[in-house]
C-alpha cells in the first residue's frame, strides 16, 4: 500500500512507433522507386515524359475510384458499387440532354445541366447505399453488391446497350483539356488526393472516420454523429465515382456500355496494397494513391516489356497477388 | 452535501423487469459501492446515470439538480463520467487522440497536433498517468487503457465518476495501483461510484455500500457496520433450495479427468484436480476466476502454458478437441449459441454432431439413423421439440440446452465438462438438466461441474472455489453457503491475497 501517484508503467518508446507508423506510409515509396529503375531498364521510353503523363493519366479515373474507397474503407464500411456508378452517372446525364438519335432518352435538356446531373446522380447513388445501409441496417457488402447490379442493368437499359457517343464539348472538356503542361484530370485528382489528405489528417470530421472505423461504440459514446458521418462518406464516395465517370467519358470520347465493368478489384487491390485495412480505422490516402501508381506501373511495364496480350491480366493478377502478400509479411498483420 | 441522486427508477425491457423502483443517492466525496449478483440491474443503473438510456419512471439529480435531457450529451459528460467494463479506447488511433476525440483543438479550422499532444501530456502528468500520448492506443495494457479512460472522464469536468468492474481485468499490483489513485482523487473531493463482484475490494475502497437484489434496492449501509456475512446474505436473499437426486457416494472409482499444475498466463496458474469415476465435482468461482478457460483449456479449446489433463487413462495432444473427444470426454460449453449449437441446422444433426461415425461407413451420416438417434435422444431428454427436422433455433433456451447436454452424453463420455449449465434456463429446464447430469454420474461418468451459480452445484459431491486463476479452497458435502460465497467473492481468500499485497 506503498502506490506512489505515478504508475509504474514500462516507459513507452513514442518517437520510434511515431516513425514507425510514418515509415508504414511511405512503405511502397521504394517499390515505386524500384519499378521506375526496372522500367527504365526494360524500355527507355519508360522514363519519357509522355509516357509516365500517360501512365498518370490512365490512373486518374482508378485514383478517384481508390480514393472513395479508401475513405469508405477507413471508415468501416464497403461500396462495391462504384464501378457501376462510373458507368451509370455520365450515361444518365448523357442521356437526358442528347437527342435521341444518338441514343438519348428524349429529353434534350440543355447541355449545360450535364456535369451536374452527372455529379447529382453519383450523390444520389451513394445517399441511397446509405439509407439501405445506415436506416435499414443491411450488409455494406451486399448491399452495394446488388446495387452493383443495378445500377449496371440501369445503364444498359436505359441506353439499350448502346455507347454513347456526341458527347457536348463542356463532357469531353474534363477529360482533355491540358492544364500547365499536365493533363487536368492529373490535376484534379492530384488536388481532390491532397484534398482527401488534409481532411482526414486535420478536420475534425477527417478524425471521425477513422474513429467509426477504428471502434464505432465508442466514437459514439465520445458524441461523434456516427450515421451521419458514413452517411456523407458513401455520399462522398458516389461523388468521387461520377466524376470519374466524367474524366473518363471526356478521355475516351464515349460512354460505354461496360464502362469500369471490373475495376472494383483493382480498386481494392490498390487499397489493400496501400495499407488500407478492410477491417476499417487503418490506413492513409497517401498510402492508397502509392497502392494506384504501383499497380499503374506494374501495368505499364508489362505493356512496354512486350508481354503478350493475352497473358498481361493473368501475369497482373499473380503480381497483384504477390504484392498484398508482401504487404501482409511488411504489416505483420492478417488482413480479412 | 448529496452529489447524486436516483429515486423511484423503474425500467423494463419488454417483459423483464431491469429495475424496480430501486434508487441510490451519493454524497460528494464519497466511494460507494455498487453490488449485486448477475442481474440485479446494476449495469442498467449505469446506464440511466450516465444518460445513455431513460428510466421509465424516477429521476436522476446531480448536485441537487435534476439530470439535462438525453440529447445534451456534452451536459451529461460535464456531470458523469464512466469507465465502462468494455473499453472504450479506439486501439488505432493515438493515446493524444483518443484522450481529445471529437473535440479536437483546431486552429484556423485545422486540427492542431502539435497542441493536442501538448495538452494530452500535460492532462496526463496532471493525473500521474505515464503513458506517451503518442503511443497508438492499441499497444496499451488493459490497465493503461483504463487510465487513459480515466483521465479523459476527468477532463470533462466531471466530478462523479463510475467504474463499471474495473478490476475484472487487472491483477492485483495493478488493482492496487488504481486503489491508490482513487483514493488521491476522492482526496480532491471526486465522488465514486464503484461496481465490483469482489467484496474485499468494497472494504478496502469504498465508505458506503448498496445492495440490489433481482432488479431491487436492499439496502444502504456504511461498510464499516456491515460485516462480511450480512453483505453476502443481502445479495444472495433466502438461497433456493433444489431437490437432489438420490445417488449412492462415489469415492473409489478410477480417476477419469486428472488435471496437474495446469497453467495459462494470465487466466489460471498451477490448476491440479481430479475427478473419479461416477462422482460430481463442482468449480466455482467468478467471472475472472479463470474457471473458464480452465474448462475451455480441458476441452481442448485452448491450450495451456504448462501442466497436462489426462482423461480416463490418455493424455490427449494438448489443444485439440477432437483429441479430448476421442479420449472420452464429454464437453458443455459456456455460450451454447455461440459454441454449442447451430441455429439453423436442425435438433437432429445438432444432437448427432459428436457421433457422426456411428452413424454409417466411411463418413458418411445415414438419415435414418440420425434420425433414430435424435429421437432417442429426445425421449430421454425430454427435448420439447416438434420433431428432429426442427431447426434449434425455434427451441427454448432450456431446451436448446438440452439438446447440447444430450450431446455431450451422446458420446458416453468417461468424463464430462459442463460450464454454466443452467445459465439463462428456467427453474423447470433446470432441475430436469441437473437431473440428467446426475443420472449420468449414477451411470459411471466423471462430472465437473463449471458454474458461478451454487445452485449448479448443490448436488455436487464436493465443490473447488477458484479465486484470481487459483483454487482457494476445497468444500465436501454439507459445506455452508455463505462461506462458499464468501470465498468466490475473495473476502475468505482476504488474508492471503492482502498479504500478498502488502509485501
Not at chain 1, 464505432?216 to 451521419?228: E, P
Not at chain 2, 435534476?66 to 479506439?90: E, M, N
Not at chain 2, 474485499?200 to 475502497?205: F, K, L, P, R, T
Not at chain 2, 483454487?471 to 470465498?487: E, M, T, Y
Request: glycine share 12%.
Amino acid at each position: 500500500m506503498t502506490g506512489t501517484p505515478t504508475v509504474a508503467t514500462a516507459p513507452a518508446k513514442p518517437r520510434p512507433r511515431l516513425r514507425l507508423a510514418r515509415f508504414r506510409d511511405l512503405a511502397l515509396v521504394p517499390a515505386i522507386v524500384v519499378l521506375l529503375v526496372v522500367g527504365a531498364i526494360i524500355d527507355p521510353v519508360f522514363l519519357s515524359k509522355a509516357n509516365l503523363v500517360n501512365v498518370l493519366q490512365q490512373q486518374t479515373e482508378l485514383s478517384l475510384l481508390v480514393l472513395a474507397e479508401a475513405i469508405i474503407l477507413i471508415a468501416g464500411k464497403f461500396d462495391l458499387s462504384l464501378e457501376s456508378t462510373i458507368g451509370l452517372a455520365p450515361a444518365l446525364a448523357l442521356g437526358l440532354v442528347i437527342p435521341s438519335a444518338s441514343h438519348g432518352l428524349g429529353t434534350e435538356w440543355p447541355t449545360a445541366l450535364a456535369i451536374p446531373l452527372c455529379l447529382l446522380t453519383g450523390a444520389v447513388i451513394g445517399a441511397f447505399n446509405g439509407l439501405l445501409i445506415l436506416r435499414f441496417r443491411l450488409s455494406a457488402f451486399i448491399v452495394t453488391l446488388g446495387m452493383l447490379i443495378v445500377l449496371r442493368g440501369l445503364q444498359i437499359g436505359l441506353t439499350g446497350g448502346q455507347n454513347l457517343f456526341d458527347i457536348p464539348p463542356s463532357v469531353l472538356y474534363l477529360g482533355n483539356a491540358t492544364w500547365l503542361g499536365l493533363p487536368a484530370s492529373i490535376w484534379i485528382c492530384a488536388i481532390l488526393f491532397a484534398a482527401g489528405i488534409l481532411a482526414l489528417s486535420f478536420l475534425r470530421a477527417g478524425r471521425a472516420v477513422y474513429a467509426i472505423g477504428g471502434n464505432v461504440d465508442a466514437a459514439r459514446a465520445a458524441g461523434i454523429r456516427t450515421d451521419r458521418v458514413v452517411w456523407i462518406v458513401l455520399i462522398i464516395g458516389g461523388l468521387l465515382a461520377a466524376l470519374a465517370g466524367l474524366l473518363m467519358t471526356g478521355r475516351l470520347g464515349s460512354v460505354a456500355a461496360a464502362q469500369g465493368q471490373g475495376m472494383i478489384f483493382t480498386v481494392f487491390a490498390a487499397a489493400v496494397i496501400g495499407g488500407v485495412s478492410l477491417d476499417g480505422g487503418k490506413g492513409t490516402l497517401f498510402g492508397a494513391l502509392c497502392g494506384v501508381l504501383v499497380l499503374g506501373l506494374i501495368n505499364n511495364i508489362l505493356t512496354l516489356g512486350g508481354v503478350s496480350a493475352q497473358w498481361i491480366q493473368a501475369i497482373y493478377g499473380a503480381i497483384i497477388l504477390a504484392a498484398l502478400i508482401l504487404a501482409r509479411l511488411t504489416s505483420g498483420k492478417a488482413q480479412d | 452535501m448529496t452529489a447524486v441522486t436516483a429515486e423511484n427508477i423503474t425500467k423494463r425491457y419488454g417483459a423483464t423487469t431491469a429495475l424496480d423502483h430501486a434508487g441510490i443517492a451519493l454524497t460528494t466525496g464519497e466511494t460507494h459501492a455498487l453490488v449485486g449478483r448477475n442481474g440485479a440491474g446494476k449495469s442498467t443503473l449505469v446506464s440511466i446515470l450516465t444518460g445513455l438510456q431513460r428510466a421509465d419512471t424516477g429521476v436522476v439529480t446531480f448536485d441537487g439538480e435534476p439530470a439535462p435531457p438525453l440529447a445534451d450529451r456534452d451536459g451529461w459528460r460535464q456531470r458523469v463520467a464512466c469507465v465502462y467494463q468494455k473499453s472504450t479506447i479506439i486501439p488505432t488511433l493515438t493515446v493524444g487522440e483518443n484522450l481529445f476525440l471529437n473535440r479536437q483543438q483546431s486552429r484556423r479550422g485545422l486540427i492542431d497536433w502539435r497542441g493536442l499532444r501538448r495538452r494530452a501530456g500535460e492532462l496526463l502528468d496532471r493525473y500521474g498517468v505515464a503513458i506517451d500520448p503518442a503511443t497508438v492506443a492499441g499497444d496499451l495494457t488493459v490497465e493503461q487503457g483504463q487510465l487513459v479512460e480515466i483521465a479523459r472522464a476527468l477532463s470533462f469536468g466531471a466530478r462523479f465518476i463510475i467504474l463499471d468492474e474495473p478490476t475484472a481485468r487487472l491483477d492485483a499490483a495493478a488493482i492496487e495501483r488504481l486503489f491508490e489513485r482513487m483514493r488521491d482523487l476522492r482526496a480532491s473531493g471526486v465522488t465514486f461510484l464503484f461496481i465490483s463482484h469482489h467484496l474485499q475490494e468494497v472494504y478496502e475502497v469504498c465508505q458506503r455500500v448498496t445492495v440490489f437484489r433481482d432488479a431491487r434496492h436492499v439496502l444502504t449501509a456504511p461498510v464499516d457496520e456491515l460485516p462480511h456475512d450480512d453483505l453476502v446474505r443481502a445479495m444472495t436473499g433466502d438461497a433456493p433450495v433444489v431437490a437432489s437426486a438420490a445417488r449412492g457416494h462415489a469415492n473409489d472409482g478410477p480417476v477419469v479427468l486428472d488435471v496437474r499444475g495446469l497453467t495459462l498466463a494470465d487466466r489460471y496458474e498451477d490448476v491440479s484436480l481430479e475427478v473419479r469415476a461416477g462422482e460430481m465435482v463442482g468449480l466455482i468461482g467468478s467471472g475472472s476466476s479463470g474457471k473458464n478457460a480452465l474448462a475451455q483449456t480441458i476441452a481442448g479449446l485452448l491450450r495451456a502454458d504448462g501442466g497436462t489433463v489426462t482423461i480416463a487413462g490418455t493424455t490427449p495432444r494438448p489443444g485439440s478437441v477432437p483429441g479430448a473427444l476421442d479420449a472420452g470426454l464429454g464437453y458443455l460449453p459456456q455460450d451454447r449459441h455461440r459454441e454449442g449449437l447451430v441455429p439453423l441446422l436442425s435438433v437432429g444433426e445438432n444432437a448427432t454432431m459428436t457421433i457422426t461415425k456411428r452413424l454409417g461407413p466411411i463418413g458418411i451420416a445415414l438419415p435414418a439413423r440420425r434420425r433414430e438417434a435424435a429421437t432417442t435422444m429426445i425421449d430421454e431428454y425430454d427435448i420439447r421439440t416438434s420433431g428432429p427436422d426442427q431447426p434449434v433455433s425455434g427451441l427454448s433456451g432450456g431446451n436448446a440446452q438440452k439438446v447440447v447436454l444430450a450431446r455431450a452424453l451422446a458420446s458416453d463420455p468417461k468424463a464430462l465438462v459442463l460450464v454454466s449449465p443452467t445459465a439463462g434456463v428456467d427453474v423447470r429446464s433446470k432441475q430436469s438438466l441437473l437431473a440428467a447430469v446426475a443420472k449420468a454420474a449414477a451411470a459411471g461418468t466423471g462430472v465437473l461441474i463449471v458454474s458461478d451459480e451454487l445452485d449448479d452445484v448443490r448436488d455436487c459431491d464436493r465443490v473447488l472455489v477458484m479465486f484470481h486463476g487459483r483454487i482457494v479452497q476445497a468444500a465436501p458435502k454439507g459445506w455452508d453457503d455463505a462461506s462458499l460465497i464468501g470465498a468466490v467473492e475473495g473476502v475468505r481468500a482476504e488474508s492471503s491475497h492482502e498479504e500478498g499485497l502488502k509485501e
